[in-house]
């Protein structure tokens, strides 16, 4: 299966601070639905099957959500991020 490292960090931090909150008693756990939309972050159209083929690297998971075209191009791209 595919993933994105964002959608994953965020979601695990979510369910890290719920389980804390539930094991200490300190705080009220959520009891409500989480619904997050992420539809924004796949490419439109969406990538051909042989484009989202894993290449058995570290990229795989990205790979598989969003191709390799929107892949090489972030992989192109040149930030500096500060912070």
Do not use: M
């Not at 389980?19 to 796949?42: I, M, N, S």
Request: glycine content about 14%.
């Amino acid at each position: 299966g595919g993933a994105l490292a964002p959608v994953s960090s965020f979601i695990g931090g979510v369910a890290a601070q719920e389980a804390l909150k539930a094991v200490t008693g300190k705080f009220t756990p959520l009891r409500q639905f989480l619904y997050w939309d992420a539809l924004e972050a796949l490419p439109a159209p969406p990538p051909a099957a042989a484009e989202c083929a894993p290449r058995g690297d570290r990229y795989d998971g990205s790979r598989a959500v969003i191709g390799e075209a929107a892949l090489g191009a972030l992989r192109r791209g040149r930030y500096f991020v500060v912070g």
